[in-house]
């Protein structure tokens, strides 16, 4: 893909997700399909609103059913997927809709609380709506009475699952199709402190005594869904929380919100100022041990060590879920804390699911001056 983007003085290429070449794959197939001709590039419309047009490796038709790859792109982004046969198989079925499973190398769930049920591929909601959404609209433009059944495959993906997380979360047998923005846009760790550090010293000339911080996407989106607030208000500091912390102290802030999801925040509690998943992955036995401490019986406490969702571990809690949140809340604010020395600290931590899990008693009030500010 030959558009890029240049952040820390470093000209970046951007990539395509696993989500968007499967979109990409799926809509070339259903193309061929229905209309007999084989595209060798293909259009896709991203949840960012980018059209991407990605090159078509290969297409072919045999005995009613389409077959097209697509190689997920070089991008400047590492990541274990570069370069991957995305390959989409399409064939017309009687009833409208359309289908969506996942074959050889696409990881199937085999434990609750990730994106998708137990039993299905591990095709997230991103790209199963891209692939919906795309192939919807060609089947309005053919004119096509009947639904169309999609399977993605990957033909390396069960090797190169073997070097993510994926068999750790009870996916199996292959990699996921992922992507909430059907982009990737690469950064060296260097290039996105410094970006980091650019944004949050524009905030303090500009008079900011207050900052509000958030992890990502689900951050922000939270303080414009959950707080009300524009979410433009809110900084971005990737996993790197701890370093964000450090940079609002040596630029003189006097206080400092940090807005995340609790599948982040829940690592902050356990004193890892860098929340990357490569770092380790101590959430269940953080969310257990506050649990624990709350008065969790050992029984559920052991559970809770089985989860791999944060969201599937506070079920557990029952109606403890409020003080272990609370603990885990306030350790999260005093790790924090000794790293942003001398600011006036916030922590609000957040679900899809539940929305606000715990948060500091002055985060009114931080709201209060940023919004102000």
Request: negative net charge; aromatic residues 4%; contains cysteine.
């Amino acid at each position: 893909m030959d558009k890029f983007i240049t952040k820390g003085g470093q000209k970046l290429r951007l990539g395509c997700t696993t989500g968007s070449c499967a979109a990409a794959a799926a809509k070339a197939a259903a193309c061929a399909l229905l209309t007999g001709e084989c595209p060798d590039r293909v259009e896709v419309l991203t949840p960012k609103g980018l059209t991407l047009a990605l090159p078509v490796a290969e297409v072919r038709i045999e005995a009613g059913t389409a077959f097209c790859t697509v190689i997920k792109d070089d991008s400047d982004d590492p990541d274990v997927t570069k370069g991957a046969a995305i390959t989409a198989e399409v064939s017309l079925t009687e009833a409208p809709g359309i289908s969506i499973d996942g074959g050889k190398g696409v990881g199937r769930v085999t434990r609750p609380g990730l994106d998708q049920p137990v039993g299905a591929a591990a095709i997230n909601s991103t790209p199963r709506r891209m692939i919906r959404e795309n192939l919807e609209k060609l089947c309005e433009q053919e004119g096509c009475r009947g639904g169309l059944s999609v399977m993605i495959s990957v033909p390396e993906g069960e090797t190169l699952a073997r070097r993510t997380f994926n068999p750790r979360l009870g996916i199996e047998g292959g990699i996921s199709i992922l992507g909430t923005a059907g982009i990737v846009e690469p950064m060296s760790e260097q290039a996105l402190l410094d970006t980091i550090r650019v944004e949050l010293r524009q905030r303090r000339v500009s008079g900011a005594d207050f900052v509000l911080l958030a992890p990502g996407n689900y951050g922000s989106d939270f303080v414009r869904d959950g707080l009300g607030i524009d979410p433009e208000l809110a900084v971005q500091c990737s996993n790197f929380i701890g370093e964000a912390a450090g940079m609002c102290r040596d630029l003189g802030f006097r206080g400092l919100l940090l807005v995340g999801h609790v599948g982040k925040l829940v690592k902050l509690a356990g004193g890892m100022p860098n929340t990357h998943s490569r770092y380790g992955d101590c959430r269940m036995e953080i969310l257990a041990a506050h649990a624990a401490a709350a008065g969790l019986a050992p029984e559920k406490t052991g559970q809770i060590l089985q989860c791999v969702a944060c969201d599937e571990a506070l079920r557990l809690c029952g109606e403890l879920r409020t003080e272990t949140m609370a603990r885990v809340t306030e350790r999260a604010a005093e790790h924090l804390s000794r790293w942003a020395e001398g600011l006036e600290i916030g922590v609000t931590i957040f679900s899809k699911v539940s929305g606000v899990l715990g948060q500091t008693a002055n985060v009114p009030y931080l709201l209060e001056k940023m919004i102000k500010t």
